[in-house]
């Protein structure tokens, strides 16, 4: 069992950057892989960006290429989300996933098997 909880949300104007960070209980952290989604008001939950077991891999959506960043500590137990040059369309509910290693692909949301309670991030213009 993996307990996820996100943390750095918060409102920010166009142009500025935040960092959220998701905490993982446990000691296996370092076998999953772990996603980054979110969440707009009536629309569907998106991939953001993903990162491999060993933080070898990492895959991002065509709309944050270039301004996010996803990294990782296994000695923390954590995972970062980077985000910069944010825009009013960046406004959504995030959420961090892990999934077992191994087990698919990044940006498949049915292949994690855990995930945060999520954080709101809100960019005005």
């Known amino acids: 069992q993996v307990q996820l909880v996100e943390s750095g949300g918060g409102l920010v104007q166009a142009g500025g950057s935040l960092r959220l960070s998701c905490a993982a209980s446990?000691?296996?952290?370092?076998?999953?892989?772990m996603g980054w989604f979110r969440q707009a008001p009536g629309k569907e939950r998106d991939f953001v960006a993903g990162?491999?077991?060993?933080?070898?891999?990492?895959s991002y959506a065509a709309s944050v290429k270039g301004r996010f960043t996803i990294s990782r500590d296994n000695a923390k137990n954590t995972v970062y989300l980077q985000m910069n040059s944010l825009k009013p369309e960046d406004t959504a509910v995030y959420y961090c996933?892990?999934?077992?290693?191994?087990?698919?692909?990044?940006?498949?949301?049915?292949?994690?098997?855990?995930w945060g309670q999520g954080t709101q991030v809100t960019v005005s213009s």
């Open positions: 996933a892990a999934g077992i290693r191994y087990s698919g692909v990044l940006t498949d949301p049915l292949r994690y098997n855990y």
């Open positions: 446990g000691r296996t952290f370092s076998s999953y892989d």
């Open positions: 990162i491999r077991w060993s933080g070898g891999s990492t």
